[in-house]
């Protein structure tokens, strides 16, 4: 079982940036694939970025390619999504979410999610 805390989110012009951070519980987190995903209003939710346990790998949606950044700190059971150039279609609520032994961008193959932090680009 894992529990997972976002922070970081909030209000940003147009070209700003966004640090958030998530937070989980558990001894065993670097067993885990860690996800950012979003979801804008009336939108499905969709992939950011992903990174494996040892945080060898990682991969960004090409929409947030060269912007976005996601990276792990294995001793302090964080994941952090780095936001740079933020634009208003990055709006949206961003989740972190985790999978254990499995690398996937897919949402539904994720086993747990945090409650999500709100992240509003103004034009």
């Known amino acids: 079982q894992v529990q997972l805390v976002e922070s970081g989110g909030g209000l940003v012009q147009a070209g700003g940036s966004l640090r958030l951070s998530c937070a989980a519980s558990?001894?065993?987190?670097?067993?885990?694939?860690m996800g950012w995903f979003r979801q804008a209003p009336g939108k499905e939710r969709e992939f950011v970025a992903t990174?494996?346990?040892?945080?060898?790998?990682?991969t960004h949606a090409d929409s947030v390619k060269g912007r976005f950044t996601i990276s792990r700190d294995n001793a302090k059971n964080t994941v952090a999504l780095q936001m740079n150039s933020l634009k208003p279609e990055d709006t949206a609520v961003y989740f972190c979410?985790?999978?254990?032994?499995?690398?996937?961008?897919?949402?539904?193959?994720?086993?747990?999610w945090g409650q999500g932090t709100q992240v509003t680009v103004s034009s």
């Open positions: 979410a985790a999978v254990e032994r499995s690398w996937t961008t897919r949402v539904y193959e994720y086993e747990y």
């Open positions: 990174i494996s346990g040892s945080g060898a790998l990682r």
């Open positions: 558990g001894r065993t987190f670097s067993r885990y694939t």
